[in-house]
């Protein structure tokens, strides 16, 4: 797990977070993964990039999950950047084997429409051109509702935490099978 403050369980304990309860649900359903959760608030596309290298020749990932971007957003950085890092990001964790799930998530009304619809379209695009997996909003259900965010507005609340797996699992699990499979599991 790659990701920024949104897989890191920013403002709640992080046995609460959706990282963590995937890593319950994957022993749950008897799959062999282990989850390794290298996610750090305010981490940014570039950021990522530079450790990624050394994550995937210490782990060697059957699957990488990429959640970041939004920080890029935040600071208002051009689409097409973002774009470019996250393809780079992709295929390298391609390059070494894994397979990745991009996450995607959206920016704050007032970012303006025409930056906001470019920066979420981003994450479609690279999954299109990259084959990767796509949760086009990591948010879907939870940013929509005030009770399920933090007081900021950009973190959700411990109460949103299984929300945000609901939202990831559909398409994280297929990987997960086909991994399992691979590797002679179940």
């Known amino acids: 797990m790659l990701g920024d403050s949104l897989s890191a369980s920013f403002g709640t304990a992080l046995d609460q977070g959706w990282v963590s309860l995937l890593k319950a649900r994957i022993a749950e359903q008897g799959l062999p993964h282990h989850v390794v959760n290298a996610s750090i608030s305010g981490e940014t596309t570039a950021g990522g990039r530079s450790r990624l290298p050394a994550l995937l020749k210490e782990h060697a990932p059957a699957v990488v999950i990429i959640e970041l971007g939004a920080n890029d957003g935040l600071r208002g ?24 799930l991009l996450a995607g998530v959206r920016l704050p009304p007032n970012y303006g429409s025409a930056y906001a619809e470019q920066f979420q379209q981003v ?6 051109v990259t084959g990767a997996a796509l949760v086009p909003r990591l948010l879907a259900g939870v940013a929509e509702h005030r009770g399920l ?38």
């Open 149 to 186: 965010m933090q007081g900021d507005g950009l973190h959700p609340t411990a109460a949103a935490q299984p929300q945000l797996l609901d939202n990831v699992w559909p398409e994280l699990l297929p990987l997960l099978e086909a991994t399992a499979q691979a590797a002679g599991g179940p």
């Open 123 to 128: 994450f479609a695009d690279v999954a299109e």
């Open 77 to 100: 950085f051009p689409p097409k950047r973002i774009a470019a890092a996250l393809k780079a990001l992709t295929r390298e964790a391609q390059a070494a084997g894994a397979r990745v």
